[in-house]
T-cell receptor, first 113, second 114 residues
């Protein structure tokens, strides 16, 4: 069965600093991979996705992620964090044609001003 | 476009009561699904539907029923609520059943079972 691991439960960074959120997945075939962001009291918003092609994918709000098959990883990065990026971030793998999502447990990002 | 609309936003139930969480989308999406979100566990798939009249179970289906009589609506029913069903419930939809179609999430229903 597929699984997603987000090893960092909480991360705190200073505004303007770079950010990397880790995600490791377990899935037998080529995965559909996603990063979602959830602001307090809100639903999930798609940041970016990967399913084929270039392993470095660009998303919204200045985020990017790199798919590394050899490491089964799909880490999310941002060069310079803004205070408004404080939220919870979820990595997910899509199976069953890609729509059945298995989520990681999330990483709560705090941004210090 | 309203996107994915979930009602109610908040609900408190007593153990043993039944209720239906509503989900509607106005994007003519084929695929709809329900997730529950619990602290420290991320989101887990309850049920999903690949089109009107077709539903299937996800990872945690016990205690929940669904039906899909129209493309727009995908209600989730709790037949006899239990405290373990206290959670935040999210409905999602996407245009197709392939993984390259992004899923759109509603704002959630926060459900407490006493």
């Amino acid at each position: 069965a597929q699984s997603v691991t987000q090893p960092d439960i909480h991360i705190t960074v200073s505004e303007g600093a770079s950010l990397e959120l880790r995600c490791n997945y377990s899935y037998g075939a080529t995965p559909y991979l996603f990063w979602y962001v959830q602001s307090p009291g809100q639903g999930l918003q798609l940041l970016l996705k990967y399913f084929s092609g270039d392993t470095l994918v660009q998303g919204i709000k200045g985020f990017e992620a790199e798919f590394k098959r050899s490491q089964s990883s799909f880490n999310l990065r941002k060069p310079s964090v803004h205070w408004s990026d404080a939220a919870e971030y979820f990595c997910a793998v899509g199976t069953g044609g890609g729509n059945k999502l298995t989520f990681g447990t999330g990483t709560q990002l705090k941004v210090e001003l | 476009n309203a996107g994915v609309t979930q009602t109610p936003k908040f609900q408190v139930l007593k153990t043993g009561q039944s209720m239906t969480l509503q989900c509607a989308q106005d994007m003519n999406h084929e695929y709809m699904s329900w997730y529950r979100q619990d602290p420290g566990m991320g989101l887990r798939l309850i049920h999903y539907s690949v089109g009107a009249g077709i539903t299937d179970q996800g990872e945690v289906p016990n205690g929940y029923n669904v039906s899909r009589s129209t493309t727009e609506d995908f209600p989730l029913r709790l037949l006899s609520a239990a405290p373990s069903q206290t959670s935040v419930y999210f409905c999602a939809s996407s245009r197709g059943t392939s993984g390259d179609q992004p899923q759109h999430f509603g704002d959630g229903t926060r459900l407490s079972i006493l």
